[in-house]
């Protein structure tokens, strides 16, 4: 997926009542005509709070940034992703977590 990809998917998550499409990383709302910056992929002003709310786990190994949900219920689902930029990492992992819900 491109950063710009990930951010309207993100995006459309975050604001599932509005007719969303993207113009680079900005977001238009064909609901309400609002355009609005998100770059959840390289902002941590835009991911930060989703990282908290979500309790997604971070760290830095082998060259990577690893994001991973946590594992409450003592099994894991596999909700763990590798990415360049903890950030990318985060976002990608917030779109697996959600995709199986």
Do not use: Q
Not at 4 to 30: F, M, Q, T, W
Not at 56 to 72: G, Q, R, V
């Amino acid at each position: 997926m491109t950063d710009a990809e990930i951010n309207l998917a993100i995006a459309k998550i975050e604001y599932p009542y509005e007719d969303i499409v993207c113009k680079g990383i900005r977001i238009h709302s064909n609901t309400t005509g609002e355009t609005w910056l998100v770059n959840y992929v390289n902002n941590w002003s835009d991911i930060g709070p989703i990282i908290e709310r979500e309790c997604i786990d971070l760290w830095f190994d082998n060259s990577k940034w690893i994001a991973k949900e946590p594992d409450f219920s003592n099994y894991c689902r596999g909700y763990m992703v590798r990415a360049e930029t903890p950030t990318k990492a985060a976002a990608l992992c917030y779109l697996k977590m959600k995709e199986s819900e």
